[in-house]
């Protein structure tokens, strides 16, 4: 079975930092990743996705990810983040081959931007 | 454009009653998805339907239990419920099996009902 681990649970920057978020996933096979923003009180929104093809993708407001099938990994990255990205972030993985009709979802990291 | 809408969005019982939570997902879209978050905790998933079908199955009681309507709208059902049962509970639909090689399938959220058990 797939399983997530964000190492980051709980993040403070200084607005104008640069974030990255880690985000490991354990399935040998293919898979989809995909990483998710939870604003405060509020659903969970897509940020960007990975299917197959260039291995960094751009998403919204400015986030981008690199999938490093070598280690793993779908870090998640932001090069000046801006005090309304304060939220929960999530990685999330399906896995394509026996993983199920199913996103698993990391623990999550909790991101404080401070003005 | 249409999103994935669930109702109630909060919802207050008492333990040992039973409730029921609706998911209406995106039009055109056949297959839905439950997931349960307590609080400061990561979406746990529950249960999944592709076409009316259950697809997948994950750690959701045996006092639950749900189903797709052949409109493609889901229902969680819950009964006696538990203090521990007080979570956000959200839908998720998408336009085909999460699982299908080239589909490149991503799944939309709704906002979610809060259930609380007093």
């Known amino acids: 079975a797939q399983s997530v681990s964000q190492h980051n649970h709980h993040v403070i920057l200084s607005e104008a930092a640069s974030l990255e978020l880690g985000c490991n996933y354990s399935y040998g096979g293919t898979v989809n990743l995909f990483w998710y923003v939870q604003y405060p009180g509020q659903h969970l929104q897509l940020l960007l996705k990975y299917f197959s093809g260039d291995p960094l993708v751009k998403g919204i407001k400015g986030f981008e990810a690199e999938f490093i099938k070598s280690k793993f990994s779908f870090n998640l990255r932001k090069p000046s983040v801006q005090w309304s990205d304060t939220a929960e972030y999530f990685c999330?993985?399906?896995?394509?081959?026996?993983?199920?009709?199913?996103?698993?979802f990391g623990t999550g990291t909790q991101l404080k931007v401070e003005l | 454009a249409a999103g994935v809408i669930q109702s109630p969005r909060h919802l207050i019982k008492e333990k040992r009653e039973t409730a029921t939570l609706k998911c209406y997902p995106i039009p055109r879209h056949d297959t839905v998805y439950w997931y349960q978050q307590g609080p400061g905790q990561d979406p746990q998933f529950l249960i999944s339907f592709y076409e009316k079908m259950q697809s997948d199955k994950g750690s959701i009681p045996d006092r639950f239990s749900a189903q797709q309507f052949s409109d493609y709208h889901s229902e969680l059902n819950m009964s006696s419920l538990e203090l521990g049962d007080s979570a956000l509970y959200f839908c998720a639909s998408s336009q085909r099996h999460l699982s299908v090689w080239g589909a490149n399938t991503e799944a939309f959220f709704g906002q979610g009902t809060r259930l609380t058990v007093v």
């Open positions: 999330a993985v399906n896995a394509l081959t026996g993983g199920g009709n199913k996103l698993t």
